[in-house]
């Protein structure tokens, strides 16, 4: 909640800033805006605590489902090590060793601190395998008390020379010598999973919270989803490739009877040229004889004369 001495404080901020005071005006709008803010962040805060009633409601109601979806989950084979495989961030850190020990991996849980403000674990349980003695493994979020993110994680108890951090480690160091990385060595699953330096910046706990709790079966069924959806687009395609060529056909068709049309013009106007040509030498023929015709006459009369 804000208390009386914060508006006090912006005040003698703004009278003791850079620029020169203000006139009277001036400063009685900026207390008031001062005083106006100090109300918005009281309902913010208010707010923010009756938010927080809601999700533990909600928390409480949601846990039976929780519980019932994973009896449900174990009855399907690797499901979850498919679920990390086919989330894009976590596959990025995971090896191909770590998919193997992962396959053992029968239930997660998320489970929220009663007050949610101020933490969670992440439960991950094992069947018996070959790489390490725990049946359960934890990563647990807390404020400590310094009011900074803290977090803590389950020892793991490694078989004889199956501690996946260590072999991640060897090949990361032979990797080193052999070439130069501009970032340094590449984390894995489980050094993520014991890694607690720096809580605050934990992106792969985030999303085992927020996206893979919530729902893993989206990501269980990504591959036949990505199929589907690429099925249903390349169907699209072949229909529109299908338009655009009958499409194409069409104005071929068109362009062809057009030509066709042209020539069968260009035909008929030859041949109705050449008719028009006889009949305008036939007619200069004609013309030509009775000329001479005339001529032959005229002669005739002339004799008869003489």
């Known amino acids: 909640m804000a208390t009386d001495s914060g508006p006090e404080a912006k005040v003698a901020k703004l009278d003791s800033s850079e620029g020169g005071d203000y006139d ?15 109300e918005i962040d009281a309902l913010n805060e208010k707010a923010s605590e009756e ?13 039976p489902h929780f519980e019932t979806r994973n009896a449900l989950i174990q009855k399907i084979p690797n499901f979850w090590v498919t679920a990390f495989v086919n989330h894009p961030q976590v596959s990025a850190i ?12 029968t239930k997660v849980e ?10 969670y674990k992440i439960n991950l349980y094992f069947q018996e395998n070959p790489y390490f003695e725990n049946s359960l493994i934890t990563k647990e979020f807390h404020l400590a008390t310094s009011g900074d993110p803290a977090s803590k994680s389950t020892d793991i108890k490694w078989k004889p020379d199956m501690n996946l951090v260590h072999r991640h480690a060897t090949r990361e160091a032979m990797g ?23 809580p605050s910046a934990d992106d792969i706990a985030e999303v085992i919270k927020d996206d893979m709790w919530p729902n893993p079966l989206q990501y269980f069924l990504a591959p036949d989803i990505e199929v589907e959806e690429n099925g249903l687009d390349s169907e699209e395609e072949e229909d529109e490739d299908e338009e655009d060529l009958d499409e194409a056909v069409v104005e071929v068709g068109e362009d062809e009877e057009a030509e066709e049309y042209d020539e069968e013009d260009e035909e008929e ?17 004609e013309e030509e004889e009775v000329e001479d015709d005339e001529d032959v006459e005229g002669l005739e009369g002339e004799g008869d004369d003489d």
Request: hydrophobic share 25%; charged share 45%; aromatic share 8%.
């Open 176 to 198: 080193m010598n052999n070439r130069k990385r501009k970032f340094g060595p590449r984390r894995s699953f489980f050094t993520w999973l014991i890694d607690n330096t720096d």
């Open 94 to 105: 995971l090896q191909e060793e770590e998919e193997d020990c992962l396959r053992y991996l």
């Open 110 to 119: 998320v489970e929220e601190f009663e007050d949610i403000k101020s933490g």
């Open 24 to 38: 009277n005006d001036t400063q009685r709008s900026l207390e008031d805006i001062d005083a106006c803010q100090n």
């Open 269 to 285: 106007e030859e041949v109705y040229g050449d008719e028009e040509g006889d009949e305008v030498e036939g007619e200069e023929v």
């Open 51 to 63: 938010i927080l009633q809601v999700e533990q409601k909600y928390n409480k109601l949601r846990k």
